[in-house]
């Protein structure tokens, strides 16, 4: 299937289309190169019980303070040794959280001409896409997306979302508040455990207006997964990244050091990490860590990946209570909208982007 935007630069594949029709083969577009590829020489995936933290988040809202103190020094331990931990006990109910995950599911399972319709451009990215960057000739990801905006109010269209399955609008608005809510939490946390006040990473992002869109991935199954990735190594060029993981089929995988560590999803837990722009802002107190996505043959993948942004067209830079004669400032100031122009012209490469940002000295 292919449409005809003439923004991409080649006919746009849907991934969902090829798994139905590769059956012991995959196109070479997706073929990665040796060090690339899940097992290769370079790198290694952990066969260890390594997982990420695993962090019940209900006492930060408590009454009591020593609880509250030993959540703030996880998610503190969490944060300098991993970038990424997983939250229980987070205040989204369970069951908006599988109703969210399977109404997207709903909507990749509609036949391909309903989800043409929603065929993106990579001009704002919005809608049904299956590629990131545009340059041409690029090896390819094994997965299709849906990318839509949530925040601000001005972005949101409604238009742009999917109008089947029926409910897909107002699960999606639900969850969305709630997920916002749990990201305000979560920076209330941060600001906290950096020394700053709570307010402080919510202001730097925009205080009401920050940004918060949505992509919802969809890995189909793949013959030959261990030629390929689902999305390749990237750090999250946002603010913090809240993943509803798929149920059943584990995918993600963290980088630690030149190891590949399996997240294993805790049940109805949200998987959090700290984006490019946290590790600008913390003057890289806090680091952005590289992850991406494994295929595999029997069973596709579902997940949704929620960004809480800052505010796109605020300058963002290190926090002045941060910068010390022994830590001078690492970035020049720069606002979000620029900073993503990166990811979307070259597509995902490591950390690549925001190591190139630091201020000549
Ligand atoms: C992302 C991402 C991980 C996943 O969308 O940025 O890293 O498990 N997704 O789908
Ligand atoms: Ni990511």
Same mark, same amino acid.
């Given at each position: ?131 990131? *960057?545009?340059?041409? /000739? #690029?090896? =390819?990801?094994?997965?299709? $997306? ?6 601000? @109010?001005? !972005? ?50 925009? *205080?009401?207006?920050? /940004? #918060?869109? =949505?992509?919802?991935?969809? $890995? ?6 261990? @030629?390929? !990735? ?132």
């Amino acid at each position: 299937m292919s449409n005809t935007s003439p923004d991409w630069p080649e006919p746009i594949v849907r991934v969902q289309s090829l798994s139905e029709r590769c059956i012991d083969s995959i196109p070479d577009r997706y073929i990665k190169p040796p060090t690339h590829r899940p097992v290769s020489a370079s790198t290694s995936t952990s066969t260890s019980d390594a997982n990420i933290p695993v962090i019940d988040f209900g006492d930060f809202l408590g009454t009591d303070p020593d609880a509250r103190k030993l959540v703030l020094q996880k998610v503190a331990e969490a944060c300098n040794d991993w970038g990424f931990f997983q939250v229980v006990n987070h205040g989204v109910r369970p069951e908006l959280m599988d109703k969210a995950r399977e109404t997207w599911r709903e909507f990749f399972h509609l036949p391909m001409e309903l989800k043409q319709k929603y065929a993106n451009s990579p001009k704002t990215y919005e809608g049904y896409g299956s590629r990131l *960057g545009v340059e041409k /000739g #690029a090896i =390819l990801d094994w997965s299709d $997306y849906y990318f839509l905006h949530y925040l601000p @109010l001005s !972005l949101k269209d409604y238009n742009k979302w999917p109008s089947l399955p029926l409910s897909c609008r107002e699960v999606f608005d639900e969850y969305g508040r709630e997920v916002v809510k749990l990201g305000g939490r979560l920076l209330k946390a941060l600001s906290i455990n950096l020394g700053l006040e709570e307010d402080f990473l919510q202001n730097a992002f925009g *205080g009401e207006d920050i /940004g #918060a869109c =949505l992509r919802v991935n969809f $890995y189909p199954k793949c013959p030959r997964p261990e @030629l390929t !990735l689902g999305l390749s190594s990237h750090s999250d060029p946002g603010g913090m990244t809240m993943l509803l993981p798929d149920d059943q089929v584990a995918g993600l995988q963290v980088r630690r050091g030149e190891e590949w560590i399996t997240v294993k999803p805790a049940r109805h837990a949200f998987i959090v990490n700290i984006g490019d722009q946290i590790q600008v802002i913390s003057n890289a107190k806090y680091k952005s860590v590289e992850h991406r996505v494994i295929v595999n043959s029997d069973k596709e993948r579902v997940s949704l990946a929620f960004f809480y942004n800052p505010k796109s067209d605020i300058p963002i830079q290190p926090a002045k209570e941060l910068v010390t004669p022994d830590t001078p400032s690492l970035y020049p100031p720069m606002t979000f909208d620029e900073y993503r122009l990166f990811i979307r012209t070259r597509g995902p490469r490591g950390k690549s982007q925001v190591d190139s940002l630091k201020s000549p000295r």
